[in-house]
Nanobody, 116 residues
Framework: QVQLVESGGGLVQPGGSLRLSCAAS????????MGWYRQAPGTQRELVAA??????NYADSVKGRFTVSRDNAKSTVYLQMNSLKPEDTAVYYC???????????WGQGTQVTVSS
């Protein structure tokens, strides 16, 4: 049974930081491209950041503020979010995509709210 369990969301003031974690089980973690997506009310889910091996990519809106990393030994992917803005408020989802296939999994999401 595949599980992606996110944690680390919460309420933070503008300019603050949060670190999201996503622990995976039931998959060969190192074979998967791991991504963070977010969805705000009334909007489509969008890619925030992804990591495959040593390669990363980011949405323009978070470049220089967010950092994605992974620990294959712990089957965990992280998203360090700094200089948070109110527009970063969304539900953040962890995604695992098996390279070269259509196989993919989603976590249940974790709420991030940036507000004073």
């Amino acid at each position: 049974q595949v599980q992606l369990v996110e944690s680390g969301g919460g309420l933070v003031q503008p300019g603050g930081s949060l670190r999201l974690s996503c622990a995976a089980s039931g998959i060969r973690f190192s074979l998967y491209v791991m991504g963070w997506y977010r969805q705000a009310p009334g909007t489509q889910r969008e890619l925030v950041a992804a990591i495959s091996g040593g390669s990363t990519n980011y949405a323009d809106s978070v470049k220089g503020r967010f950092t994605v990393s992974r620990d294959n030994a712990k089957s965990t992917v992280y998203l360090q979010m700094n200089s948070l803005k109110p527009e970063d408020t969304a539900v953040y989802y962890c995604n695992a995509d098996l390279k070269g296939t259509k196989v993919g999994y989603w976590g249940q999401g974790t709420q991030v709210t940036v507000s004073s």
